[in-house]
């Protein structure tokens, strides 16, 4: 045992000796054990049960010694005073042992407490691990050395259920992993199959005729064969450039550059990037002179709208009107596209943004196209902070895609002091 609670015990005894000489001075004290009990009793709460025995040892040779006579001897003349000392030494033996039992469940308890409070914060920290590399961080943090064994125990049971959770999770997102990578595997094979078929026959058609016919053919026909072939081209650069833009979201690797930048800029810009796929549609543009300056990275927001364009350009029929409208709404700018094509039926709309869907395309027959265009659109929008809808045209055919950008703080501000003005 440890010889400090000891040496304590021996000094609280010699302050209750002191405290007992001091009181007899002004008052008779027929029993000083009482003043001696009160040592053992602290010693026994602070000490437990063998430094509360020692001191009761100690407190019988001191009175013995000091207070009962004769005196500066252990030996006790009077019977009544051996009784007095005896029924001390009971007393404190039964004294000591109550209060030692009061300090070890008080320690047992304070120690339960501890168990608890170190398990909670434990199953805590490991219910918001994302990962079983988390986990085993927790583990080391909150185990190994220097516990008792009630912690210990518990403790491992704590973690190997935290640990099997984790595997669990990790086994759950790998397979749903597998199979959302499955399923675009099976979609992106299905259009290949479809879209990259199409363009490449009308390429090698056309380049099969040019080859073979040569100088035989009209300046005409070649220029109708090459303008096929561009356009052809175009139509599989365009579905290629969607398909790597598709594997750069899905790999997280959209890193949007902002800079301010005038909307009308980006409009303009998609616009003459798909001329030759509006020209048959009539164009309609409304672009207001006030507009404030926006945040954005010009190139995503130029191929999200391009993207909205050609599925416009490529839905609605011949001559009928493609529509592009900017507006201030609040702290955003309203960026919509409205056509007159067959649109999309309600059921259809949740779905719209989702990779590889493409609506029925009116009379019940499935739209062409690789259906990217949307998913991307919504993708680089939501990059540059905005948002997206697709909805139906109130009381016509057709749909309405609206596209919210967020106006930077200093710009709307200033739109703010300008409309007080």
């Not at 019988?60 to 003349?77: D, E, L, R, T, W």
């Not at 209060?99 to 501890?114: T, V």
């Not at 050609?310 to 960026?335: F, I, T, W």
């Amino acid at each position: 045992m440890r010889a400090i609670p000891f040496l304590v015990s021996a000094a609280v005894v010699a302050v209750a000796g002191a405290a007992t000489h001091l009181l007899s001075r002004f008052m008779p004290l027929p029993h000083v054990s009482v003043v001696f009990l009160a040592a053992v009793v602290a010693s026994a709460i602070l000490w437990g049960f063998w430094p509360s025995v020692f001191a009761a040892v100690l407190s019988v040779g001191v009175s013995s010694f000091f207070f009962y006579s004769p005196i500066f001897s252990f030996q006790v003349a009077d019977l009544r005073d051996i009784a007095d000392l005896v029924v001390f030494v009971v007393v404190a033996a039964w004294t000591s042992r109550l209060a030692a039992n009061l300090r070890e469940q008080s320690l047992l308890a304070r120690r339960r407490r501890e168990v608890v409070e170190r398990l909670l914060a434990f199953s805590e920290r490991v219910a918001g691990a994302s990962g079983e590399e988390e986990v085993r961080a927790a583990i080391r943090e909150y185990g190994g050395a220097g516990t008792d064994l009630e912690y210990e125990t518990a403790f491992q049971v704590h973690a190997a259920i935290a640990l099997e959770r984790a595997r669990l999770r990790r086994e759950v997102n790998e397979a749903r992993l597998r199979a959302q990578g499955e399923a675009l595997r099976e979609a992106l094979l299905n259009s290949v199959s479809h879209d990259l078929r199409t363009p490449l026959a009308t390429i090698l058609g056309a380049a099969t005729t040019l080859e073979g016919l040569g100088e035989a053919t009209s300046p005409a026909v070649r220029r109708e064969l090459a303008a096929s072939l561009r356009q052809e081209a175009e139509r599989l650069a365009s579905y290629i450039e969607n398909v790597l833009d598709l594997t750069r979201i899905r790999a997280g690797q959209i890193a949007p550059r902002l800079e301010l930048v005038e909307l009308s800029d980006i409009v303009n810009a998609a616009l003459l990037r798909k001329q030759r796929a509006l020209a048959a549609h009539r164009v309609e543009v409304s672009l207001p002179a006030d507009l404030p300056m926006l945040r954005l990275d010009l190139f995503l927001m130029e191929q999200a709208l391009a993207n909205v364009l050609d599925n416009a350009a490529k839905y609605a029929p011949a001559g009928s009107a493609v529509s592009v409208e900017v507006a201030r709404v609040g702290a955003e700018v309203r960026l919509r596209v409205s056509d007159e094509g067959p649109g999309m039926e309600a059921a259809e709309l949740p779905h719209a943004f989702e990779p590889f869907f493409r609506g029925a395309g009116g009379a019940g027959r499935t739209a062409s196209g690789s259906g990217l265009g949307l998913a991307i659109c919504r993708a680089f929008v939501e990059a540059n902070g905005g948002r997206v809808s697709l909805a139906g045209r109130e009381g016509a055919r057709g749909a309405v895609l609206e596209m919210y950008l967020p106006v930077p703080e200093g710009e709307a501000d200033t739109m703010e002091v300008a409309d007080d003005d």
